[in-house]
Every structure is written in structure tokens, then in C-alpha cells.
């Protein structure tokens, strides 16, 4: 009896032609890319970015779709969309690189290329392409570094291969008060916040206790905390001997103190999320908008931070209210203790009730950014933050702020060897005119 001869099906060898063809033009293009066995089951390849042939250990996931001819759904001379499969989608979750998907015509020889957002959910799985914008050329080198760079720490940037400038921090240089106050307490936290709140005065929580000793800024015999604490044990010493300290617990405890104290010194105007650990800017009244107004880099401008969307289906019904926030976190960096800013949306449903489903709404804004509106972001932080610092002289001056409030010194800006594409923060649907002369932002 005859052997069976062994076949291999035209959709195999279209896919090891679209995988050749992908390497040469990676290769072409100054990335490494190195194909996966015959056992992947959604990447095809892993790329790794180099920087004038010197690989820089920055990875990219790569899945290659060929296809023999034929246009692409909707296709005309400009745009084209394309549907992921949920098989895949459900795959790329877990991935712990980026992932990108290739697109690769035999008849035409054009690549073309988009990153898989994150976010992404199954209502969502087609993309849309823009053939100027997501052509796989030269073009597309710093877009692809920019996948690899993770936008978590200390603050980051997208550091592009290739012209020089100027690059704001997200961190602002924390003033704190000379002085603070230390004191025994009988309680603890909970039951301390319990007694607050049932007290006749306003509760106030700028404080921390762990074990039986109590932390603030604020004398708390001047205010409902005298409640909580020994009176007779009250001292106040210099903030510099706790804020210096080498223990790491109790640089927990002091960053912990710094965020409550952040959050009692904003909270006439920002409400703090508990579940998403933000602050955003209250709503002053149902379905209503809000504005912030303060001066930018030479200027005077206001900003949308509440804002209220309204169906396109039924007339006067609204979506949902968008609010501008912010997750604070507080990092002692050598001496010096740093707000970190990482702006971001709070939503709900009319101001005041929080939105069910806000996932899918934070993940299509986000994709809207780009590095204007992200750096417009923090410079309005900065500036509501900052109100009351500037001083005024003569009959009409302010009086001074608390002592014992926090200040904040100006997000500080480093120069660039090369400067940052505006095309590596995402969607250009919204882009934002750029004042001449006017920082940019690193988040």
C-alpha cells in the first residue's frame, strides 16, 4: 500500500510567506525578529527594538495575518478597519509584552501595523487603520519603541531614536510644614474616625495613628481631634526628624500622612474615590458642567474638569459625567518628598453617582490623549494645588496659608536628546494645538 504523500495547505504556506516577509521588513526597518515554534497559539514572532544595530532589550509581541489579495473591510485610498478575533484577544490579555498586530498583502507587498490596546474588550475588537499613519516603514521606528517603555514608577517618558527638547515631570517638590505633632492615643483608626464623626465639631483626618501614636500637621488640640488623643502628651516637634527617617515603615506612614493631609487640604473641591484611590473634581450640582480656570505657561485659560456628555440618540438624555482626577502618590526621592501626578477620569452617571461601567469610557478617552492634553493635565494640577501660594503685597495681600498645609513647587522640566513624536501618544482625533514655546509633558 502506497505511502500518503504529506500536504501542506495554501492558507500554511501564505502564513510562512506573511512571517518571511514581516522578518525582511522588521530587518529593514533596524528591529531584530525572531519567529516562535510551530506550537504559538497567537504570537508569531517576537521583535526587540535596536538602536543603531545595538539591541536595547525592549520586546514586542507580533502576530502576522497575510492574506493572498483582496481589500480589506471598508477599504478606500485612505482608511481600512480590521476585526480581531476573541480566540486571540482572550490570548493577548495575559501578555506581559506588548502586542501588535501585522498585516501583510502578498499581491501589493504593504504591511501595515496597530498596537492591541490593553484596555481592549470584546465590544471593541475592531480596529481602524489610517494607511499614512500605520504604514510598517522607517516611519513607524519610534511608535514602536514607544510600546516597550512602561509607563509606571517615577514618573516616564517615551524616549523617541531620532532632534532635541524640553520635557515636564509629573512630580512636584513637596514644602511641607516646618513643624508637626506627635501625640499617644487610646485608639485606633476605626475607632478613632467613629468618634470624629459623631462629635458636634467638623471631623477632620489629616492625621495618621499607628499603635498608640498619633501624626499630624495640624495642633490637634485646636480642633475636634483633641478627642483622640492624650491632651497632656501633645508635642510638636521638627517635621524633619520623621520625614528623614531611614525606617521603611515609617516612610509608609509618613507618605500615608502626606495623603490624608492632601486630601483634607483639597476636599471643598475634590472628592477621593476609595475604590479607584483618586481624586476628582466634585460636581456642583446634577448633570451640571464645571470649569477650572487658572493660568498656563503665558496665559490665562480654564479647563473642562466636569463635564457632561449627552446622547447622540436621545435628545437632552445624558451618558454620563466625565471628571477630571488624578491617583496621588507620594515618593521620597534622596531628601526630598515628591507628589507624583497621574492625571486621569473619574465617571458617574450624573455628578454625584459612581458610572457602573467605567472601564470601557476611561479606555476610550485615554486612547484620545496625547502628550499636549496630558501635559495641559498636570500644569492645571499644579495650578489648583498651587492656589493661594502667590503672594500679592500692599493693602490687599493674602493672608498667609496654613501652616499647616502642604505646598508644591513647580514640576520640574529636563531637555530631551531628541524630541518625542507627537504620533506615539495614540489617536489623532482629537489632537491639541501646541502654544509655541510651551513645555512638554512626560506621564
Not at 1 to 9: D, F, G, N, P, V
Not at 173 to 190: C, K, R, S
Not at 205 to 220: A, K, L, Y
Amino acid at each position: 500500500m502506497a505511502a500518503m504523500a504529506k500536504h501542506l495547505t495554501p492558507s500554511q504556506i501564505l502564513g510562512e510567506i506573511g512571517e518571511a516577509a514581516a522578518r525582511l521588513r522588521f530587518l529593514s526597518i533596524g528591529f531584530q525578529f525572531d519567529a516562535r515554534s510551530r506550537l504559538e497559539a497567537g504570537i508569531d514572532a517576537i521583535a526587540e527594538v535596536m538602536d543603531k544595530g545595538q539591541p536595547l532589550a525592549r520586546m514586542i509581541a507580533v502576530q502576522v495575518k497575510a492574506r493572498e489579495g483582496g481589500a480589506y473591510v471598508g477599504e478606500n485610498a485612505d482608511t481600512f478597519s480590521y476585526l480581531l478575533r476573541f480566540e486571540d484577544l482572550d490570548y493577548w490579555r495575559g501578555s506581559n509584552l506588548p502586542v501588535i498586530i501585522v498585516l501583510y498583502r502578498k499581491s501589493d507587498e504593504t504591511f501595515f501595523w496597530q498596537a492591541v490596546p490593553n484596555g481592549l474588550v470584546d465590544g471593541e475588537r475592531r480596529l481602524q487603520f489610517v494607511k499614512s499613519r500605520d504604514a510598517l516603514d522607517r516611519n513607524a521606528v519610534d511608535r514602536l519603541a514607544a510600546l516597550t517603555v512602561p509607563k509606571a514608577g517615577f514618573g516616564y517618558y517615551v524616549p523617541p531614536l531620532g532632534g532635541g527638547e524640553e520635557a515636564l515631570v509629573n512630580v512636584l517638590p513637596i514644602i511641607l510644614p516646618t513643624e508637626m505633632f506627635v501625640a499617644t492615643t487610646q485608639y485606633t483608626a476605626d475607632r478613632a474616625i467613629s468618634l470624629l464623626l459623631d462629635a458636634e465639631e467638623p471631623a477632620r483626618f489629616d492625621w495618621v495613628i499607628r499603635g498608640s501614636e498619633f501624626w499630624s500637621f495640624h495642633d490637634p488640640r485646636t480642633s475636634s481631634c483633641e478627642q483622640i488623643v492624650d491632651i497632656d502628651q501633645v508635642e510638636g516637634i521638627e517635621t524633619e526628624a520623621l520625614a528623614s527617617h531611614e525606617d521603611l515603615d515609617e516612610q509608609n506612614n509618613f507618605a500615608f500622612l502626606l495623603k490624608n493631609a492632601l486630601k483634607q487640604q483639597v476636599h471643598t473641591d475634590l472628592a477621593w474615590s476609595k475604590d479607584q484611590k483618586l481624586l476628582y473634581f466634585r460636581a456642583l450640582n446634577a448633570n451640571e458642567p464645571r470649569t477650572f480656570a487658572y493660568k498656563a505657561s503665558k496665559k490665562r485659560t480654564d479647563a473642562d474638569v466636569v463635564n457632561v456628555s449627552l446622547s447622540k440618540k436621545e435628545e437632552g438624555r445624558v451618558e454620563f459625567v466625565r471628571h477630571h482626577a488624578f491617583v496621588p502618590r507620594f515618593e521620597r526621592l534622596i531628601d526630598q518628598w515628591y507628589l507624583i501626578v497621574n492625571p486621569t477620569y473619574y465617571f458617574t452617571t450624573n455628578g454625584f453617582i459612581p458610572h457602573s461601567h467605567p472601564a470601557a469610557l476611561l479606555s476610550g478617552k485615554k486612547r484620545l490623549d496625547n502628550s499636549a492634553s496630558l501635559r495641559g493635565q498636570v500644569i492645571m494640577w499644579h495650578r489648583f494645588l498651587t492656589r493661594g501660594q502667590e503672594r500679592v503685597d500692599g493693602l490687599f495681600a493674602e493672608p498667609d496659608l496654613p501652616t499647616h498645609n502642604l505646598q508644591f513647587g513647580e514640576p520640574p522640566t529636563i531637555t530631551l536628546a531628541t524630541r518625542v513624536p507627537e504620533d506615539v501618544w495614540g489617536s489623532q482625533k482629537q489632537k491639541v494645538q501646541e502654544p509655541e514655546g510651551q513645555e512638554r509633558l512626560m506621564v
